[in-house]
């Protein structure tokens, strides 16, 4: 009787030892499965043949198909203008192209953009002479040195370079002058910058710069004769860009959105890598590993989806550009959605022991301190960012009031290099940290429409180190002379003295700059305790501040 009962106990017992395995083995397979496909796409995306899948380039449409592919084979629904695609256009402004642009003197090439540039409104044309820089004769290119404007005009604040020099040539033309060659002698600076947003009207002769070091050394005796051949071909640069979207539909009120931008660098063309090599930067980590995470995570919501959010699964391209992408779509939605909050991967995976998982966004809804505490969180060693600030796709949504949670496993010494590559991937941290984000949203599913709150300055990030900030977020798709603001730190200098976003900021002390790249190298001069003037336009009204860094 006694055997007969251990034997009534051990049964169910043995059954749910026997069930518990089968659960642990069905759950390691999806693991490996999982991790598998991870590798199967960072491999893909982050082989050669895509040429680091550089905004506007074959690379960038390989990696386009390989999403679009994956997303059909998942049974996504398409949610692009085109499919699952939605392509855009981005305006990188004038260029002097540099198989047609040259200045030769005797014999030997200046370097564009180095020794020499033409300016944004200069004519377009080719000239052969021999000249003296110091006259200027009928039928020949006139050389004018700019000293003596800027040293009239060094106290002078409405003094306006450009204007000076569209006047110089047109009266240089007016003389029969066949281009206008400037330069300057003095120690004044002269912000002859090439504005590649200027839509004013063309100079009648082709007009060009040649700096101070470059003109001394090809024209060490102005009154000497000189053969020189110049040529001026300019022409407004745009490349395509693609985004590609898929979606979930629940039939529920709000729509959660996962994104990871999938575009890198390409070959280092945009002059945003780290290193100096003309080679394919793979960009594995940058973003290859966040796009192969919303793929997989795409997945598994498609499998089992908490069923009270929809979801919008968007790939950006553009983000090495200025969240290109991101901001397109946020401008021009390929759907009508509630947004409840934003997810965005970027850079997850070199998890391990020295690079901790960082999630920013944290102070972006009261509903992410219990929902990131309480998820199963899978043993990751996690650091929280309150900001919702930061230097990837969810700022542009955070500035548009969604919460959000930003993944990202931390710099490391190949971050925008060519040695970025898939053989460095941690693919199961990477697979955990997926497993982990599908918790947070199964935990948030019954939590409604998440709350919005503004928070501070980022702490996390990878952006370029100065030793002087405003503390604005600029808007890289403006294409105005200046630099728009996109956004305004708190606490900063910027929010102190008032800038708002949609200022257009032109000038810090002597120096102008016409566009982001500028803005960088001029706030590169000063350090911090500095004290200067800052220049600004808010609509018509122009605007000046003093400041001290």
């Known amino acids: 009787m006694k055997k007969a009962f251990l034997l009534l106990v051990l049964i169910p017992l043995l059954g749910i030892t026997q069930s518990k395995k089968k659960q642990l083995k069905a759950e390691k397979q999806a693991t490996q499965q999982l991790v598998a496909h991870l590798r199967d796409n960072v491999k893909y995306l982050a082989d050669d043949k895509l040429e680091g899948r550089r905004t506007g380039t074959k690379g960038e449409l390989l990696a386009m198909h390989y999403l679009e592919e994956q997303y059909q084979q998942i049974g996504l629904e398409p949610k692009g203008t085109d499919g699952f695609v939605q392509e855009f256009t981005i305006d990188e402004g004038k260029q002097a192209d540099v198989e047609h642009t040259y200045f030769i003197a005797e014999g030997k090439k200046l370097e564009l953009n180095s020794d020499f540039f033409p300016l944004a409104f200069s004519a377009a044309g080719t000239i052969k002479a021999t000249v003296s820089p110091s006259l200027n004769e009928k039928d020949a290119p006139w050389f004018t040195d700019l000293a003596g404007a800027l040293e009239d005009n060094a106290a002078n604040p409405h003094f306006d370079i450009d204007d000076y020099i569209k006047k110089l040539a047109v009266t240089a033309a007016g003389k029969h002058a066949k281009a206008l060659i400037l330069y300057n002698s003095s120690a004044a600076t002269d912000n002859v910058l090439f504005n590649k947003n200027d839509q004013s009207p063309l100079s009648p002769i082709p007009v060009m710069y040649i700096n101070k070091e470059a003109f001394k050394k090809y024209f060490p005796d102005q009154a000497a004769s000189v053969n020189i051949s110049v040529k001026v071909t300019l022409y407004q640069k745009t490349r395509k860009a693609r985004n590609v979207i898929a979606y979930i539909n629940n039939n529920a009120a709000n729509t959660v959105i996962l994104g990871a931008h999938y575009d890198h660098l390409g070959y280092g063309e945009d002059k945003n890598a780290l290193d100096t090599v003309h080679a394919v930067h793979n960009g594995a980590d940058d973003n290859a590993s966040g796009t192969s995470a919303l793929i997989e995570l795409a997945r598994m919501l498609k499998k089992s989806s908490p069923a009270n959010n929809n979801y919008l699964i968007i790939s950006f391209s553009g983000e090495e550009l200025g969240l290109m992408g991101s901001k397109y779509w946020l401008e021009h939605p390929t759907t009508a959605i509630t947004p409840n909050y934003m997810i965005n991967m970027d850079m997850v995976g070199r998890y391990d022991t020295a690079h901790k998982l960082t999630i920013g966004g944290y102070g972006t809804t009261p509903a992410w301190g219990d929902l990131l505490n309480t998820s199963n969180t899978k043993g990751l060693l996690i650091k929280f960012d309150s900001s919702g600030s930061g230097p990837s796709d969810h700022e542009a949504f955070y500035r548009k009031n969604i919460p959000v949670l930003f993944f990202f496993t931390g710099s490391h010494a190949d971050y925008h290099k060519a040695t970025d590559d898939w053989q460095k991937i941690n693919y199961e941290g990477e697979g955990t940290i997926v497993q982990y984000i599908y918790n947070i949203i199964t935990a948030a599913d019954t939590k409604g429409k998440l709350a919005f709150t503004k928070t501070s ?93």
């Open 457 to 549: 300055e980022p702490k996390a990030g990878r952006s370029a180190k100065f030793s002087v900030s405003l503390g604005i977020i600029p808007d890289y798709g403006y294409t105005g002379t200046g630099v728009r603001v996109d956004g305004v730190s708190g606490g900063k200098l910027a929010e102190k003295i008032g800038l708002q976003a949609g200022d257009v900021l032109l000038q810090l002390g002597e120096y102008k700059f016409v566009d982001v790249m500028s803005y960088m190298q001029v706030l590169s001069k000063f350090k911090k305790g500095d004290q200067t003037k800052l220049y600004s336009r808010r609509g018509k009204e122009e605007k000046l501040y003093d400041i001290q860094f």
